[in-house]
């Protein structure tokens, strides 16, 4: 017996909860980490990366609830400056933050849910936009379990 993906385990639940539920913006409450790596097309141009990554920030006041309300905490980003050599060829990394995994699946959308009422044309028309332009993405969710702070050092 093969162990489901995590993939087919959010199917089975949209399946099981229906996708007004499922995308609500106070189900499964807490921060929700969203990591996305690009690497970039061969053919992609300087000023095309440099799209890529504006259109990307301009996701936390362009992601809205049908309300009109936003619902991203934060989005990050940088370059690849790692010289561990474990970088697979990943140039461009993302940390978007949300509140809920609801939040984190009308975002996110497609593959899970498919049906346009519940997730975010704006995420959707982004994801279109990139996919000349970048040629292996890699995208990593986790609920925030702890959180540790820089304390100051004592004088």
Do not use: W
């Not at 690849?80 to 140039?91: I, P, V």
């Not at 519940?118 to 000349?132: E, G, M, T, W």
């Amino acid at each position: 017996m093969t162990t489901p993906t995590q993939l087919q385990i959010l199917q089975a639940t949209l399946a099981k909860i229906g996708p007004e539920v499922f995308t609500a913006e106070d189900y499964n409450p807490g921060l929700i980490r969203h990591i996305v790596l690009f690497q970039y097309a061969p053919d992609a141009t300087v000023e095309q990366c440099g799209q890529v990554v504006e259109r990307f920030l301009a996701l936390v006041d362009a992601c809205r609830r049908k309300s009109g309300a936003r619902y991203l905490i934060s989005v990050e980003t940088g370059v690849q400056t790692s010289g561990e050599g474990a970088d697979k060829g990943l140039n461009q990394g993302f940390i978007v933050t949300l509140k809920s995994e609801g939040d984190r699946n009308y975002y996110v959308g497609t593959p899970v849910v498919v049906d346009p009422a519940y997730y975010d044309p704006a995420h959707q028309a982004y994801k279109d936009f990139i996919k000349p332009l970048v040629s292996n993405v890699l995208v990593f969710d986790f609920p925030v379990e702890q959180q540790t702070y820089l304390r100051a050092s004592p004088a």
